[in-house]
C-alpha cells in the first residue's frame, strides 16, 4: 500500500490527537537510539519489511535526518516544489528509507491503550509492529499516535517504519526551508492510562484578579472521566474536574511574569500532571490585549534549525534559542512555519516568550500554477487540513505561552482554510487565529502583510492603508478587516549584512496601538558545517548542492550565524527591544518602563562619564520604580569635572539586579548615551615644520612624501602609505542584490561599471601653503563621473592634513540604468599602509561594525581591536566591518610606526586585509585572500544597508547623495 504517498487523504490508523501533558504523564520507553537502516532509489523499490533479515543493514541514530547521516543530500528550495506540481502523485525517484529496531515491553506495564507515539516523521511513514500494519500518516512536524495494546508483546517486540522522502502530505509543506527526510523527532512507547487527555482552560479576570479554572479531562474513547484536580500552589485540593472555578489571588501568566502553577489531576486512582497558566487573550476595539492590557510582540521566527542535525533539535539546542531571545530583549516567537518540538513550548510557558503557533501547511509552489488546484481550494484536501491543524491545536492547546493559532503560511485561500478556522473556533475559542496570505482577511483576527516599507507601515498605524484589491468590491469585508489589529508577521530579512531600519520600524510601532506585533525574518541562518577537501570549514548553502531548483543563498537570512553565533544584526534587534529607554541630555537622565506587564523593581541603574573614551568617574543611579508606560528624570550630580581634550559622555544602563532564569545579575537590559561637552580641540600646532618643499621627483609636504608627477603619495615619515585613490565600490551586500530584478543596486552598480572605476590625474597645484592632487574618476563608457582634489597641507613634523573634495560631473541623475537611478555604495578615499600594523583603536561608535541605518547597538566610546577580529565573516563575503561616526582612529603594530587618523567630522573607517573588489570575488570565507597590506578606508559615507533581500528598496535618506562633498582629515605618523 503506497496510500501515504498518492492520496489527499491524511493518515489511516492514528488515534485521536491529545495533549503533549496528557502523554507526558505516562510512563514511556525512548526508542530513540540506534536503529537499523535500508535506503531505496524509489518508494516502489524496496525490499520487504516486516519480517526482513536486518543482519547486513547499516545503522542510523534516531532521532534525525537520513541526508544529513551520509545518504544522500539535503536539498533546500525557497518557493519551489522539487517535483512536478500534480497533485497528490510525486515522482517515483523518492528515496525511501526502512528503519527496524526493537525494544523490550517493561514488566508490569498496562498494554490496553498503550500507543507508539511518533513527534515527527519526514514526510510520511508507515509502521509496523511484530509484523502487522498498525498505520500511516502524513505531516511532517506533527505527532502521529497509534494504539499498540493489543499487538504487544512481553519480551522482545519488532518495529518497523518506512519513511518516503515525498508524499502526498509534501504538497502541502511547501515552506522556504530545507527537504529534510527521517524519523528526526523522538519515537516513544507510552503505557496505556485511564486518563486519556487533559484540557486545561485557564482563564484570568483581570477586573479581580481571579484566576478562571476549568480542566476537561477524558478517558480510553474520548468520553468525559470523572476527575479531581490539586492546585497546591494556590492551597488547592481535590477541586472537581470540568466545572469552572474562581480562584482568587492568582498571579497570571505573562511572558514579561511567567508564573506558572503545577495541577495534578486525579482519576481511576491515577494521577497526571500539568504546568499551567492563568491568562486571557482578547482583542478589543481593535487592540489585542492580554489580561487586559495591551501587548507588543517582539518577534522573530523561528524555523528548527542546526547546523549538523537540521531540525532534529536537542533539549540544549532549545533552550539555547529560548535564552538567547529573553538575553536579546525579545518577547515573542513566530514558530515559522509547523509546530516546534513540543519542549520548545514548554520552555516559552517557563521562561516567558508570546507564542503565535503555526500550522505545518504552506502551499507556495502552487505560485507556479497560477494557484490552479491549490490544495486550500480543492475540498478533497480539506481531511488533510483539518487534520493538521487538530493535531497542532490538541498537542499544544495547555500551553499558555501560545497565545495565537496561525492557520498556515503562504498558501493563498479557499474552502480549506473557512473549514480550518471553524474547526479551531469551535475546539478553541480561546485563542484568535492569524492568517496572512488570504487578501481579505475573512479567516483571521488580523490584518497582517510581510516586508512592508516604512510608509506603507506608517499608512497602517493611522488605519490609512490601500484597501486589498480583494476586498475593493466588498466594503463590509473592507471596514471589518480596517478594524483588526496589525501583525507584522515577516519584516527586516536578516540575511547577510543587515537588516537596516530596525529603529525606524520600532518609531513607528511605538506610535499606534494597532501594531500587536511585529517578526523579524528569521532567527537562524539554515546553513550546514561543511569542509573542502583542503580543509576549509565553510556553511553550505542551497546552492552548494547539486541539485535545481534551488534556493541559493535565502537559506541564510537568521540573526544567528548557522553555529548559533549572533550576528550584528540581533544586537541592533536588541537595542531597539530594550525594555527600558534610557535619555541622557545634559545632567538629565529620563527612564521610560517600556514594559507592559511588569514593573521595573528588577533593574539597577548605573552611569560612566567618559572623556575622550578614558573613564572621569562611574556610580550607580538611584531610579523609582517604574509601572509599565511610566517614566522618571532623574538628575545626576557628577563630580566636578576639569574638562580636557575630546568629547565627554555619559553613558546609564540598566541591569538586571538579580540572577533571573535566564540571565545572570548584571546582564545589561538597556542603556542611552548624552553628550555633555565637545572638550577642548585636540592641540595641533601651527606649521613649524616648514611646508611644501619640492625636492626632484617627490614633493614633501610636511612628513608627506609624494610623487612630484603623479601625486601619488609614498610615505608619512617612515610609514609606507600608498595606493591612495577615491573609492566608491563595496563588495554587495546579499541586500545590496535585491530580490531578482527587483531593487537589484548591485547589478545596476556592475552594469554601470561602478566596479571597475578608472582614474586620472589632471594635475598638481604646489604652492608654499600646500599640494593639491587634481583628478578625475568615473566609470568606463560613462560620461559621468568624480572630479577629485586631494589638498595636502602640512600641520607639524607628523602630521598633515588631507582635504578631499569631491564633485559630481556629468549626468548622474539622468542616465538610469533600468529602473534604477545611478546610487552610489560608498564614497571616500582607501590607501594601503603596511601588514606589519596589527591593532586599530578607535573613538566613535563601536564595538561592532555599524552603518548609517544600523547603528543602534553601537555606542560611542574608545574601542581597540586587533584587525583581524574588525570583520564580520558572513558566509557569502560581503560588505562588512565598517566604523561608524568615528572621530579618531589609530593603527598600531610591532615594529612599525603606525598611524593616527583625526577626522575633521565623523567618518566611516573600515580597515582589512584586503581590498573590496578581493571581498567580492570570493564566493566563501575561505576564499578571501589575505594580502600583505592592509588597507584603510576613510570614507565620508557608506551607503546603508536596508533588507532589500526581500523587502522595501533602501529608504532614500540612506542613500549617499551625490553632491559636491568635502571632509578632511590629519594623518600622524605615531611611534
Ligand atoms: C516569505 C516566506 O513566508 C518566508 O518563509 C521566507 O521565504 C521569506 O519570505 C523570505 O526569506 S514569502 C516572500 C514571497 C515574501
Not at 578608472?758 to 560620461?783: C, M
Request: hydrophobic letters at 35%.
Amino acid at each position: 500500500m503506497t496510500d501515504a504517498i498518492q492520496t489527499t487523504v491524511p493518515s489511516h490508523g492514528l488515534r485521536t490527537p491529545r495533549s503533549q501533558g496528557a502523554r507526558h504523564s505516562r510512563r514511556s520507553v525512548s526508542l530513540s537510539g540506534t536503529w537499523r537502516f535500508r535506503l531505496s532509489p524509489t518508494a516502489q523499490g524496496t525490499g520487504p519489511l516486516p519480517g526482513a533479515d536486518t543482519a547486513e543493514w547499516d545503522e542510523i541514530e534516531v532521532p534525525g535526518h537520513w541526508v544529513l547521516q551520509g545518504y544522500g543530500d539535503p536539498l533546500y528550495t525557497n518557493t519551489a516544489y522539487p517535483f512536478p506540481i500534480d497533485p497528490p502523485r510525486v515522482p517515483d525517484e523518492n528515496p525511501t528509507g526502512d528503519y527496524v529496531r526493537t525494544f523490550v515491553l517493561p514488566h508490569g506495564w498496562r498494554r490496553e491503550g498503550a500507543t507508539l507515539l511518533f513527534q515527527g516523521a519526514d514526510s510520511a511513514a508507515r509502521v509496523w509492529l511484530n509484523g502487522t500494519e498498525i498505520g500511516w500518516w502524513t505531516g511532517s512536524r506533527l505527532p502521529a499516535e497509534l494504539d499498540v495494546g493489543e499487538l504487544l508483546r512481553e519480551g522482545e517486540n519488532t518495529l518497523a517504519v518506512r519513511v518516503y522522502r515525498f508524499s502526498a502530505g509534501s504538497y502541502l509543506e511547501d515552506q522556504d526551508m530545507w527537504w529534510l527526510p527521517g524519523l528526526f523527532r523522538d519515537v516513544l512507547l507510552l503505557e496505556g492510562r485511564a486518563i486519556d487527555d487533559i484540557h486545561v482552560h485557564a482563564d484570568y479576570d483581570h477586573t479581580t484578579g481571579e484566576g478562571i479554572l476549568r480542566v476537561d479531562v477524558t478517558g480510553p474513547g474520548g468520553g468525559p472521566l470523572e476527575a479531581s484536580i490539586d492546585l497546591p500552589g494556590l492551597g488547592l485540593r481535590e477541586l472537581p474536574a470540568a466545572v469552572e472555578h474562581r480562584i482568587a489571588d492568582v498571579a497570571p501568566w505573562s511572558a514579561e511574569s511567567p508564573t506558572l502553577y503545577d495541577l495534578t489531576v486525579r482519576a481511576a486512582g491515577e494521577e497526571a500532571e500539568q504546568r499551567i497558566g492563568f491568562r486571557t487573550v482578547s482583542i478589543t476595539d481593535g487592540v489585542l490585549q492580554v489580561n487586559g492590557t495591551p501587548i507588543r510582540m517582539r518577534g522573530v521566527n523561528r524555523h528548527e534549525q542546526h547546523w549538523e542535525r537540521g531540525r532534529s533539535l536537542t533539549y540544549d539546542d532549545m533552550l539555547t534559542d529560548v535564552l538567547m531571545m529573553k538575553r536579546h530583549n525579545l518577547n515573542a516567537v513566530r514558530t515559522a512555519h509547523y509546530p516546534p518540538h513540543p519542549d520548545f513550548l514548554a520552555l516559552c510557558d517557563t521562561y516567558g516568550l508570546w507564542v503565535v503557533e503555526e500550522g505545518d501547511i504552506e502551499t507556495h509552489g502552487f505560485i507556479y500554477d497560477g494557484w490552479e488546484r491549490n490544495p486550500p481550494a480543492d475540498e478533497a484536501w480539506t481531511p488533510a487540513l483539518i487534520e493538521r491543524t487538530a493535531r497542532m491545536v490538541e498537542r499544544d492547546k495547555n500551553h499558555p505561552s501560545i497565545i495565537i493559532w496561525s492557520l498556515a503560511n503562504e498558501s493563498e485561500g479557499g474552502v480549506g482554510f473557512d473549514a480550518i478556522e471553524a474547526w479551531v473556533r469551535d475546539r478553541d475559542p480561546s485563542r484568535p487565529i492569524h492568517y496572512e496570505r488570504d487578501r481579505t482577511y475573512h479567516n483571521s483576527d488580523f490584518y497582517s502583510v510581510m516586508y512592508p516599507s516604512l510608509q506603507e507601515v506608517a499608512a497602517i498605524g493611522r488605519r490609512e492603508e490601500e484597501t486589498p484589491e480583494a476586498l475593493a468590491e466588498n466594503p463590509e469585508g473592507e471596514s471589518r478587516r480596517r478594524a483588526l489589529p496589525f501583525l507584522l508577521c515577516e519584516f527586516a530579512h536578516a540575511q547577510g549584512n543587515g537588516p537596516g531600519s530596525l529603529a525606524d520600524y520600532e518609531e513607528i510601532f511605538a506610535s499606534s496601538d494597532r501594531f500587536c506585533g511585529a517578526f523579524v525574518w528569521e532567527w537562524i541562518d539554515h546553513g550546514y558545517r561543511a569542509t573542502t577537501e583542503a580543509g576549509e570549514t565553510y556553511v553550505r548553502h542551497g546552492g552548494d548542492i547539486d541539485y535545481q531548483p534551488n534556493g541559493q543563498r535565502y537559506c541564510h537570512d537568521g540573526l544567528l550565524f548557522a553555529d548559533r553565533t549572533p550576528s550584528p544584526g540581533l544586537a541592533q534587534y536588541a537595542k531597539v527591544n530594550e525594555p527600558v529607554r534610557i535619555v541622557v541630555s545634559g545632567r538629565a537622565v529620563t527612564v521610560t518602563s517600556r514594559y507592559q506587564v511588569r514593573d521595573t523593581a528588577s533593574l539597577a541603574y548605573g552611569w560612566v562619564l567618559e572623556r575622550d573614551g578614558i573613564e572621569v568617574a562611574r556610580g550607580d543611579l538611584d531610579v523609582p520604580v517604574l509601572a509599565p508606560g511610566e517614566s522618571a528624570e532623574v538628575p545626576l550630580a557628577l563630580p566636578g569635572e576639569s574638562g580636557g581634550v575630546g568629547e565627554a559622555w555619559l553613558t546609564v544602563s540598566a541591569a538586571v539586579r538579580e540572577d533571573t532564569a535566564w540571565a545572570p545579575a548584571g546582564h545589561v537590559v538597556a542603556w542611552g548615551q548624552g553628550l555633555l561637552d565637545g572638550g577642548a580641540p585636540r592641540h595641533v600646532s601651527p606649521a613649524q615644520a616648514g611646508g611644501v618643499d619640492q625636492r626632484g621627483e617627490t614633493v614633501a609636504v610636511g612628513p608627506l612624501v609624494l610623487d612630484a608627477r603623479t601625486g601619488a603619495v609614498r610615505a608619512l615619515g617612515e610609514l609606507p602609505l600608498t595606493d591612495l585613490q577615491l573609492d566608491v565600490w563595496r563588495a554587495p551586500t546579499e541586500n545590496d542584490h535585491g530580490q531578482g530584478a527587483l531593487n537589484n543596486t548591485a547589478k545596476m552598480w556592475r552594469a554601470v561599471g561602478l566596479d571597475r572605476m578608472l582614474h586620472r590625474v589632471d594635475g598638481l597645484d604646489i604652492d608654499a601653503g600646500s599640494v593639491t592632487v587634481r583628478g578625475r574618476t568615473a566609470p568606463a563608457t560613462q560620461p559621468f563621473g568624480l572630479v577629485t582634489a586631494f589638498t595636502w597641507s602640512p600641520v607639524d613634523e607628523r602630521s598633515v592634513r588631507l582635504t578631499v573634495d569631491i564633485t559630481p560631473d556629468g549626468p548622474w541623475h539622468d542616465t538610469p540604468y533600468g529602473h534604477h537611478r545611478v546610487v552610489l555604495p560608498r564614497l571616500g578615499v582607501r590607501l594601503a599602509l603596511p601588514a606589519s600594523l596589527e591593532s586599530l583603536t578607535w573613538f566613535g561608535l563601536g564595538p561592532g561594525e555599524a552603518y548609517a541605518d544600523s547603528r543602534e547597538a553601537a555606542r560611542v566610546g574608545r574601542w581597540s581591536l586587533p584587525i583581524d577580529s574588525l570583520g564580520v565573516s558572513y558566509p557569502h563575503p560581503q560588505e562588512n566591518g565598517n566604523r561608524h561616526r568615528v572621530r579618531w582612529a589609530a593603527l598600531a603594530g610591532t615594529g612599525t610606526p603606525g598611524l593616527r587618523v583625526d577626522a575633521d567630522g565623523p567618518i566611516d573607517v573600515t580597515v582589512r586585509r584586503c581590498t573590496n573588489h578581493d571581498l567580492d570575488r570570493a564566493s566563501k570565507p575561505y576564499e578571501i585572500p589575505r594580502r600583505e597590506a592592509t588597507y584603510l578606508h576613510l570614507d565620508h559615507a557608506l551607503r546603508g544597508l536596508g533588507s532589500s533581500s526581500v523587502g522595501p528598496a533602501l529608504p532614500e535618506q540612506y542613500e549617499i547623495p551625490i553632491e559636491s562633498t568635502r571632509y578632511a582629515v590629519v594623518l600622524t605618523v605615531t611611534d
